[in-house]
């Protein structure tokens, strides 16, 4: 048993607690559910992915990125509740916030928004969004394969 392991119980003792049954510190890093819905990051959290928890305090885009304290509904570490930001991080680690996180209730679709251009990149592929409308698709194979109509609209559709 650490000293983590251990409470004070006030009358010169000390009792043996569950690690789950303190407070812990995390890191925010979405917002789900049109801002309903922190989803969490913590260190000894069960799995890999970010939990999802309740929350005692209104939690914003600005919050993202920042570190929280951490309880958790009858010890359960799978259960996690937001009870502050903590104040002095540094937060986002980027240069400008991201406007928009969101991820649907199901965890099946994400929406990310950005100011100026979005990429999503792997090897030598990739997708663009650029603010203008553009959608950009690179790739040393690229693939469009449809059971129902595969429909080409433009203005003007260039071929080779």
């Known amino acids: 048993m650490s ?7 006030g009358m010169g003792e000390a ?3 569950a690690p789950w049954n303190t407070m812990a510190t995390g890191q925010l890093v979405a917002i789900a559910d ?4 922190p989803l969490v990051m913590f260190p000894d959290q069960p799995g890999s ?13 600005a919050h993202i990125g920042r570190c929280v ?3 958790f509904e009858q010890a359960d570490p799978r259960r996690p509740i937001v009870m502050g930001v903590l104040r002095g991080d540094e937060g986002w680690p980027l240069a400008g916030k991201p406007l928009q996180v969101e991820i649907d209730a199901d965890g099946e679709r ?18 663009t969004l650029t603010r203008s409308g553009k959608v950009l698709i690179q790739g040393s194979y690229v693939l469009s394969r449809s059971t129902g109509v595969n429909r080409v609209k433009g203005g003007a559709v260039q071929i080779n």
Do not use: F, N, P, Y
């Open 49 to 61: 992915a970010a939990l999802r928890a309740r929350s005692v305090v209104d939690l914003h885009g």
């Open 15 to 17: 009792s043996a607690i």
């Open 110 to 127: 994400m929406i990310l928004s950005a100011r100026e251009q979005m990429v999503l990149r792997c090897g030598k592929a990739s997708i």
């Open 69 to 71: 304290v951490l309880m």
């Open 34 to 37: 049109e801002g309903r819905t």
């Open 3 to 9: 000293a983590r392991d251990l409470i004070d119980t």
